[in-house]
């Protein structure tokens, strides 16, 4: 198949997106095996999933690289925060990651704007918009738990909101 050449600015700063992607799995996998050693079934099953989607989103980028013709650096990975205060405590920390892997989207956009490449302008559109859900989501989960606490019965509540919102997106677990 014939490849098509982008900007190599953008090449790079795609790099350093797969870094972000792949440090934001690690650091799931992390939330997930806390989750799951305090026998939170629905928290853990909930983060197990984020970390496969960050995963994927790595490998999204990657293979455009490669179909643009641009060389992948495969990323060296930050050891991730493992123990965390509470529930609240690690959603914070989410939408932190969050926050920060938009940022690095929006100058990416930016700059493929910027080198007048199109084609990655266009391929980062679908980014724009998954962070903006993620966000929303750990938003979301937030705010429920400022509402309700996470004692007694309340950790159960959000345990069982967070294993549905797991269930209902596309990604299930295969056990
Ligand atoms: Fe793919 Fe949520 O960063």
């Not at 750990?138 to 950790?155: A, H, K, P, T, W």
Request: aromatic content about 8%; hydrophobic content about 40%.
């Amino acid at each position: 198949m014939e490849k098509i050449m982008v900007s190599n600015k953008v090449i790079s700063k795609l790099n350093e997106q797969v870094l972000h992607e792949a440090n934001a799995s690690q650091s799931y996998l992390a939330m997930a095996i806390w989750a799951d050693n305090k026998s939170l079934d629905g928290i853990a099953a909930f983060f197990y999933e984020q970390s496969q989607e960050e995963r994927e989103h790595m490998l999204k980028i990657i293979k455009f690289i490669n179909e643009v013709n641009g060389k992948v650096i495969v990323p060296k990975l930050n050891a991730p925060i493992a123990t965390y205060d509470s529930i609240k405590d690690a959603l914070v920390q989410s939408l932190k990651n969050e926050n920060h892997v938009t940022s690095s989207i929006n100058e990416l956009t930016s700059l493929a704007l910027d080198e007048k490449d199109h084609a990655s302008y266009n391929f980062l559109q679908w980014f724009v918009e998954e962070q903006l859900e993620e966000e929303q989501q750990f938003q979301f989960l937030i705010d429920r738990i400022n509402m309700i606490g996470e004692e007694g019965l309340s950790i159960h509540a959000i345990d069982k909101l967070m294993g549905k919102l797991a269930v209902s997106s596309e990604i299930k677990d295969e056990d």
